[in-house]
DNA sequence: GTGCTATGTCTACGACTGTATACTTCTTGT
DNA sequence: ACAAGAAGTATACAGTCGTAGACATAGCAC
């Protein structure tokens, strides 16, 4: 136990909330251990099972609250929004303040990128990503195939993550922040926009 | 080793990289140990370093033959095209086809996903997506920001996956194929035409 | 002050990891 | 036919993993 801290289980058990949602988001589910875990919080490996029974478990948690946060789509999507017009604009401006390189980014896009191996974490967000992302998503986009659309800008902005951050393809990571905001700015709203045809 | 087999060094290392890719392909490059490996081509364990040095110098090896065959992006760019008006629509329809449900897709990306949570992954595969793709697409992208076009291009690709086959997202893994892939197709032109402004 | 209980730690187990060393067995050139 | 070397195996080591069970201690009610 860390020597500044007394004994307080809502907060140890917080502090062990957000080392894990450090250390999964920079390592994925099973680049993770639970003792690494249990460090960055200042507590014992053991402590982590008591309080939310198992490594799995605690990722669910994980999961639960990073998606329950305004995210990169959700915060600009929940506002109140007159017409769709400058939805790609202020996706692509979020998208690229979250990814600015050298950061260590608390998303959850990030979770399970790193994650997606794992198939019991995979289920996990499959549930999350219904519930948050593609109902309120798809209700925001007028014309047909609202789904698809929705669920082609989840894929665009994870696949964007993905290369920016955790591949760190130079031509996304190193780019001119202004001028590739404006470039993916440009394509979500033509995911946006794009009608069945 | 297996009964119906002779002693070949050449067929053998061929086994294990067969192995080796279905394996990576389906549980990363974390998610799978060399004992699994070296028994999915009827081998032991060590043979496997012998053959390829280390677990890690195999993966690499199998990436690299990964991406020296057609994928997804690169039959469709390597042939011979006057202009770029229907690749967006060859892009959609070859990735609609290699991330058909239910099959078990040897491609690249999967393998990139599902190994991209660990590092030294993670820059083999930044190695061999500069090496492959981003220069090919570069060169045949008209206009500014070609290099960043490129790899959103990238993006999206993987990022259709990930959301299709890898986390399953119904909106896209039970779509109707042909409207999906109009869509898809018109996305992907839209990428292919951004001009920067 | 004194117990009681929640809070936290210690030790350890069984399984698994990648791989180095030493060994056996098959194939092939002569 | 027979050695020589290639092909493959067996064993083991040092480490990590998640977590179970027993133990210690701090904090609060009285």
Chains 1, 2 share one sequence.
């Not at 400058?86 to 959850?108: F, H, N, Q, R, V």
Request: aromatic residues 6%; contains cysteine; glycine residues 8%.
């Amino acid at each position: 136990m860390r020597p500044g801290r007394r004994r307080n289980a809502r907060d140890t058990r917080a502090a062990i909330l957000v080392s894990a949602r450090r250390a999964f988001t920079r390592f994925g589910y099973d680049g993770v251990g639970v003792r690494e875990i249990a460090e960055g919080a200042g507590v014992t490996a053991m402590l982590v099972n008591r309080y939310f029974g198992s490594k799995e478990r605690l990722f669910a948690d994980v999961v639960a609250a990073t998606m329950a946060e305004p995210g990169i789509l959700t915060d600009r999507v929940t506002k109140q929004r007159q017409d769709v017009a400058s939805l790609g604009a202020d996706i692509a401006a979020e998208l690229m303040a979250k990814t600015a390189p050298g950061d260590t980014p608390l998303d959850g896009f990030l979770i399970m990128l790193r994650s997606a191996s794992n198939e019991r974490a995979a289920a996990i967000w499959r549930e999350q990503i219904e519930r948050h992302y593609q109902k309120t998503l798809t209700d925001m986009l007028p014309g047909a195939m609202a789904p698809e659309r929705a669920a082609l800008l989840l894929a665009l902005v994870s696949g964007f993550q993905m290369m920016r951050q955790v591949i760190g393809v130079p031509a996304l990571a190193q780019a001119n922040a202004a001028a590739l905001s404006k470039l993916l700015a440009r394509i979500c709203q033509a995911v946006i926009d794009a009608e069945a045809g």
